[in-house]
């Protein structure tokens, strides 16, 4: 079973040259709009006309365009990360993934033998400060 979660990106967690890993700039993406830019672009979502939340939360339990099986999704300065939306916060963002993404992966991982369409999908929040270790493994 996967080990899918949206968690702090610290040193005990390993991030291999395997995974696709995208950063998502949290200065960068004070919106909902900001971030969906970002993140329709970083992951190449098939379908850019509608970049809305639910478009959004649809591509990411879809993802069959990725051939990687790891996807990690780094989010820096977390603090400022949706700090200026008025209906989509790190709340949202969080509930989203507890609720819809992540459970999604989890299931089809359960149900799939062949495991030719499972993704391992971990989220991480952190600092600027923690990403300059990181800066070789990260796709921008």
């Known amino acids: 079973m996967n080990t899918n979660q949206v968690k702090a990106l610290t040193n005990e967690n390993i991030i291999s040259k395997e ?3 995208v950063l998502i700039d949290g200065k960068r993406a004070k919106n909902s709009e900001l971030f969906l830019e970002q993140i329709f672009a970083l992951l190449d979502f098939p379908e850019k006309k509608y970049k809305n939340w639910d478009a959004y939360v649809d591509w990411m339990r879809d993802l069959s365009w990725i051939e990687n ?11 400022d990360f949706l700090c200026e939306d ?15 993404i992540l459970p999604y992966w989890e ?3 359960v149900h799939d033998d062949s495991d030719r ?19 070789h493994f990260i796709r921008i």
Do not use: C
């Open 69 to 79: 099986k790891k996807i990690n999704i780094i989010i820096s300065d977390w603090y």
């Open 86 to 100: 008025k209906t989509i916060n790190k709340t949202i963002f969080i509930d989203d993934y507890n609720t819809d």
């Open 19 to 21: 995974d696709m890993t």
């Open 117 to 135: 369409y499972t993704k391992d999908l971990d989220v991480y929040y952190t600092d600027k400060s923690f990403i300059r270790i990181l800066n």
């Open 107 to 109: 299931k089809i991982s």
